[in-house]
């Protein structure tokens, strides 16, 4: 008899975001797996299947679900594209196959079947008429033709069973919510970024590099092993307010000001400061890092300069004062006097957000298909959730980063809302418990589902006091935790210089190059440009370092030594570094044998990738020895003797 009403019930299922309301992430080649607790009153048997399409399609995709233990479901579907996908689970009851258990636990006492038989033919009766299945119909017949023991030997056949499973009853099925998941090509996970500030790529104290300059260093970047070329605003620079040296309120006549106060006479977002060149240029930029097998990151900062043609042509997109100025942006204390913030809550915000999508979409045309945004956090969550989705539907490969340090539910609101990456406390977690506590969070918590860090150890204006007072052996150290704990890390230009002169008390750069013309001399003594490349290149060569799930904190019996690893298939690797740039650190390491399926008593080689050399080792324990001025990290590589 059928159900008049859904029986079946579908709860907890996995993944699941907020009830629904957000999607999680994925990379195009993932597995999806989708987990539920499914299960109905009585004794009855239940059918499931995960449905799946791409979302604006109208057909969906199917594959059974199977049960695992305890009413857990489960059941998955390759994301073969880049593009956003919908996914629910879909249960019934399964009358055929609550028939047949019956039927086998009667015959096994020795009972005799004959009208539980007569009411297996009906439900293959109901099928068949349901669904006109020629097949169905010939076991009717052959049903009808057939002596008590045939009869029992044809309903319960492998072959009538899945017959019948292939041709359900679904009139009385649960559905559950219909889920979404943003599935992004492989570098919203994985890549190496190297930040730049294009000004200051040349050779001409006090003057500007340009594009072409910026191209020259192309080689070298790239020989450090990077993916991803990320440029500070280019745009032109506002007059009034300029700041000056160490950002100080009064800027003399040379003083190109900060690239964030964008906008003058010669254009706003969708221009580019002359002195950099040309649009043109910057296209050629561009090809130039396709063919060093890097793609260019642009920085989208929605703010303005009071010279920005936007004051001028839209006066309502921006707040003013009783006394008629227009008001600057502030961030108490701070004051941004050569800044305007715009209004999104203005009477005509709706042309406001489309202007701002056309900036995005400008730049995409460009080659631009990566985005730094600038204190996404200032802005309203609801227009980033509608840009995002805007921009993603017409190119789904244009990856956005959240440059957000602030409150940590704001942080993950973005990442839910859409944001392809996020910005991390990294910056300020030193010690083991710190990084311990918080990468956990990051890569095993419900975080992992959306929230994909971006590691890195300082930024334009963050130097932190450990970079400041730990000298060229902090970061080295930092590097390494940024580019062996996340896939995702970047470093500021200078870094692999070991710029460290910070302003006293604070954490910020002396003489930044935000606000005055530099000259780098790349080759400078002391630099750790060959550091980086070999780290890179462990990184490219070891596919476990490419993913985030997977990381374990192991043993160390020196607080100043951490020790984890991450393995995917048979590659393995595992990192112990000194967290102390001061002094040397030693002692034991442990290395979880039970999860690389090595025995207590069994031989394994240990290579250490940054010096090349073998370790034949047997048990738990590693002696190991970090010097902050020669080895403040050691990447190991494990394998299996044989």
């Not at 080649?29 to 995960?50: M, Q, T």
């Not at 706003?268 to 240029?281: I, R």
């Not at 993950?412 to 506590?437: C, D, M, P, V």
């Amino acid at each position: 008899m059928r159900d008049a009403y859904p029986t079946v019930v579908i709860e907890d299922v996995y993944p699941e975001l907020d009830c629904g309301r957000h999607p999680v992430k994925r990379e195009v080649g993932d597995r999806l797996e989708v987990w539920a607790d499914i299960f109905k009153e009585g004794h009855d048997r239940v059918s499931a299947v995960l449905r799946y399409r791409r979302k604006g399609e109208r057909r969906w995709s199917e594959v059974p679900m199977r049960h695992v233990e305890n009413d857990r479901w489960t059941g998955s579907f390759v994301l073969e594209e880049n593009a956003r996908y919908e996914y629910t689970v879909c249960a019934w009851p399964d009358h055929f196959g609550s028939w047949c258990e019956e039927v086998e636990k009667k015959v096994g006492a020795g009972q005799r079947v004959e009208v539980e038989l007569v009411e297996g033919r009906e439900l293959v009766k109901e099928a068949a008429s349901r669904t006109r299945s020629r097949k169905l119909k010939e076991v009717l017949s052959a049903f009808d033709e057939a002596a008590y023991e045939e009869r029992l030997r044809l309903l319960l056949s492998r072959g009538v069973r899945e017959l019948m499973a292939a041709h359900p009853d679904r009139s009385a099925a649960t559905t559950h919510r219909t889920l979404e998941v943003v599935v992004d090509r492989e570098r919203a996970r994985y890549g190496a970024w190297y930040e730049m500030m294009p000004r200051s790529q040349g050779t001409v104290e006090g003057k500007s590099a340009t594009f072409k300059d910026c191209e020259r260093r192309l080689p070298e970047i790239a020989g450090m092993g990077f993916d991803v070329v990320y440029l500070l605003p280019i745009h032109p620079i506002g007059h009034t307010n300029r700041k000056g040296p160490n950002n100080t309120l009064t800027a003399g006549p040379e003083d190109p000001g900060s690239p964030y106060a964008i906008g003058n006479e010669e254009g706003g977002h969708k221009s580019v400061h002359p002195e950099l060149g040309t649009l043109e240029d910057f296209r050629r930029f561009v090809e130039a890092c396709r063919e060093w097998g890097m793609e260019v990151a642009l920085d989208f900062a929605i703010q303005c300069s009071p010279d920005h043609p936007y004051v001028r042509e839209h006066p309502e997109w921006f707040r003013w004062r009783p006394d008629g100025t227009i008001k600057y942006a502030e961030n108490p204390p701070k004051k941004y006097q050569d800044i305007v913030n715009v209004d999104f809550h203005s009477e005509n915000w709706k042309e406001l957000w489309e202007e701002w999508k056309s900036v995005v979409l400008f730049w995409v045309e460009q080659g631009v298909k990566i985005f730094r945004v600038d204190n996404p956090h200032t802005k309203p969550f609801a227009f980033w959730e509608w840009l995002i989705k805007e921009v993603q539907e017409e190119h789904p490969e244009v990856i956005f980063l959240s440059e957000a340090f602030t409150r940590p539910k704001v942080m993950h609101e973005l990442a839910k809302l859409g944001f392809s990456q996020s910005y991390t406390y990294f910056t300020w977690r030193n010690t083991r418990g710190e990084l311990t506590e918080y990468l956990s969070e990051l890569a095993r918590g419900w975080a992992k589902e959306y929230m994909r860090p971006n590691l890195f150890p300082s930024t334009p204006d963050i130097l932190p006091p450990i970079l400041q007072e730990g000298g060229r052996p902090a970061f080295m150290m930092r590097f390494v935790l940024a580019a062996t704990l996340s896939p995702s890390y970047g470093i500021y230009n200078g870094f692999e210089l070991c710029e460290n002169r910070g302003i006293p008390g604070r954490e910020e750069y002396l003489d930044s190059e935000k606000y005055e013309y530099k000259v780098w001399d790349w080759e400078r003594p002391g630099n750790i440009k060959d550091y980086i490349a070999k780290v890179n290149r462990i990184r490219r060569e070891n596919p476990a370092l490419h993913e985030l799930e997977n990381l374990v904190f192991c043993g160390s019996d020196n607080d100043g030594i951490i020790f984890y690893g991450k393995t995917l298939g048979e590659n393995a690797v595992f990192v112990a570094v000194n967290l102390d740039p001061h002094n040397l650190r030693e002692g034991n390491v442990y290395f979880p044998l039970d999860l690389l399926g090595i025995a207590d008593d069994e031989w394994y080689t240990v290579e250490e990738l940054i010096s090349g050399v073998d370790y034949p080792s047997m048990g738990w324990g590693r002696y190991v020895r970090l010097d902050p001025n020669v080895n403040p990290a050691e990447i190991y590589r494990v394998r299996k003797e044989g």
